[in-house]
C-alpha cells in the first residue's frame, strides 16, 4: 500500500539554476461526485470523471535560484497581468507540499497561467490550474532526480495537485479517471486519481460534453465551504455508500457500454449532489430555473428520440450535456435550438473527452 510518505524525496542528485516549464491541465467533470472530505484533502467517498480536452489551463512556471532565507518567493501572472488575489491560495498550497518537495524555497518563481475558457465562467478552474502547476513543480523535480520513474512522476503530480484542489487530482492523466479508494477497482488510492484500469466500451471513445453556461456568477456557497458542511449531514454515511455502489455499477457500465444504465447513475449523481446542499444545515441551492429548464427539455428531448443524452452538474448551476459522438449533430442542433435561450448569453462550450496534462 503506498502511503504520502512514500513521496517524501531522501536528496537530489543533480542542481539547476535557473529554467521553465509549460503544461497544460484540462478540467475534468465527476460522473460519481466527491462531496465532502476528511483532514489533508482525503475524499470521503471514491469519485470518477471524464477528463476534458478544451477546458484547460495553460500555466508556464519559470525558476531562479535565489538564497534559501525560510520563505516563498513567487509572482503570479494570469493573462499576463498580476494577479494578488490568487496568491494566498498559492501560498497554502506551496506551504502544504513542501513536505514533497523541500527545494521550493531555493527558487523565485513566476507563474504565468491562462485558461482556454472564459475566466468566472463557471467552469471550475482550481482543477485545472492546480493541475498545471503540479506538472510544472514536478518537472523541476525531475530535472533534480532524473532517475525518476513516469509512474512515480505522475502519481506523485497528482498527490501534489490534491493538495491544492481535491478534484484537479483527476486532471492529469486521461480519461476516465478514479479518484479514492475502491474495493474493486486495482491501484485505486485517496491520495491520487487513477486512470481507469479496464478497456472502456467504444460507446464511449470521444464521448461529447457541452457545457451549457446558465450562470456565469461567483457562487454563493463555494465548494470548500460545502465540502465542510457534509462533516456533520443526516445523510452523509448514506450518501457515501451510495457512491462506492454507483461506482461498482459503472465498472460493469464501462465494460459493457450500456448507455442507458449510464444515464442512469450519471443523472442520479448530479441530482443526489444539489440533495445534499438543500439538506445540509446551512442548506443552499446552487440551481437556477434555467437549470431546471435544461434539465427538463433534455428529459423530453431523450423520451421523444431515444438518443442517449443526459446531463450532469457540478457544484453550480451550469448543465454538462453528456452524450456519445455519433449523437453530435442532432444533438448540437438541439442545443442551439432549445437549450441556448437558457443560457447567459446565449454561451456554451463544446468539449469531448480527452487525454490529460500536455507538456508544451
Given at each position: 500500500m503506498i502511503s504520502a510518505n512514500d513521496f517524501i524525496p531522501s536528496k537530489y542528485t543533480h542542481s539547476v539554476e535557473s529554467g521553465n516549464f509549460q503544461w497544460s491541465a484540462p478540467s475534468n467533470i465527476a460522473l460519481v461526485k466527491y462531496w465532502g472530505k476528511k483532514d489533508n484533502q482525503i475524499p470521503a467517498n471514491p469519485s470518477v470523471s471524464f477528463t476534458l480536452n478544451n477546458c484547460k489551463t495553460i500555466t508556464k512556471l519559470a525558476f531562479a535560484k535565489k538564497e534559501n532565507d525560510g520563505t516563498f518567493c513567487f509572482d503570479l501572472l494570469f493573462e499576463g497581468q498580476p494577479k494578488e488575489d490568487f496568491?494566498?491560495?498559492?501560498?497554502?498550497?506551496?506551504?502544504?507540499?513542501?513536505?514533497?518537495?523541500?527545494?521550493?524555497?531555493?527558487?523565485?518563481?513566476?507563474?504565468?497561467?491562462?485558461?482556454?475558457?472564459?475566466?468566472s465562467s463557471g467552469i471550475a478552474s482550481s482543477a485545472s490550474g492546480m493541475a498545471a502547476l503540479a506538472m510544472n513543480l514536478m518537472s523541476l523535480e525531475k530535472t533534480l532526480n532524473p532517475e525518476m520513474t513516469e509512474d512515480y512522476f505522475y502519481q506523485k503530480a497528482s498527490l501534489l495537485a490534491r493538495l491544492g484542489s481535491g478534484s484537479a487530482c483527476r486532471s492529469v492523466k486521461?480519461?476516465?479517471?478514479?479518484?479514492?479508494?475502491?474495493?474493486?477497482?486495482?491501484?485505486?488510492s485517496d491520495l491520487f486519481g487513477?486512470?481507469?484500469?479496464?478497456?472502456?466500451?467504444?460507446?464511449?471513445?470521444?464521448?461529447?460534453?457541452?457545457?451549457?453556461?446558465?450562470?456565469?456568477?461567483?457562487?454563493?456557497?463555494?465548494?470548500?465551504v460545502g465540502h465542510d458542511l457534509m462533516h456533520n449531514h443526516p445523510y452523509a454515511e448514506r450518501r457515501f455508500a451510495q457512491a462506492h455502489q454507483n461506482l461498482d455499477q459503472l465498472i460493469t457500465i464501462f465494460e459493457s457500454g450500456n448507455l442507458e444504465e449510464f444515464i442512469k447513475i450519471v443523472e442520479s449523481e448530479a441530482l443526489t449532489l444539489h440533495a445534499m446542499m438543500m439538506t445540509s444545515m446551512p442548506y443552499f441551492i446552487l440551481m437556477k430555473p434555467?437549470?431546471?429548464?435544461?434539465?427538463?427539455?433534455?428529459?423530453?428531448?431523450?423520451?421523444?428520440?431515444?438518443?442517449?443524452?443526459?446531463?450532469?452538474?457540478?457544484a453550480g448551476a451550469n448543465v454538462h450535456v453528456l452524450y456519445p459522438e455519433n449523437a453530435a449533430v442532432t444533438v448540437l442542433q438541439f442545443i442551439k435550438d432549445e437549450l441556448v435561450g437558457y443560457?447567459?448569453?446565449?454561451?456554451?462550450?463544446?468539449?469531448e473527452i480527452g487525454n490529460g496534462a500536455l507538456l508544451n
Open positions: 496568491k494566498p491560495k498559492i501560498q497554502k498550497f506551496l506551504e502544504r507540499i513542501e513536505i514533497y518537495l523541500p527545494f521550493l524555497k531555493d527558487y523565485h518563481f513566476t507563474i504565468d497561467t491562462e485558461n482556454t475558457f472564459p475566466h486521461g480519461q476516465v479517471v478514479v479518484w479514492g479508494n475502491h474495493a474493486n477497482i486495482s491501484g485505486s487513477v486512470e481507469f484500469p479496464k478497456a472502456i466500451h467504444a460507446n464511449f471513445k470521444n464521448f461529447q460534453d457541452t457545457i451549457l453556461l446558465v450562470d456565469k456568477g461567483e457562487k454563493q456557497v463555494s465548494s470548500t434555467n437549470t431546471l429548464e435544461i434539465i427538463n427539455a433534455i428529459w423530453k428531448f431523450r423520451n421523444e428520440t431515444k438518443i442517449p443524452i443526459c446531463f450532469t452538474l457540478d443560457c447567459q448569453n446565449g454561451q456554451y462550450i463544446c468539449d
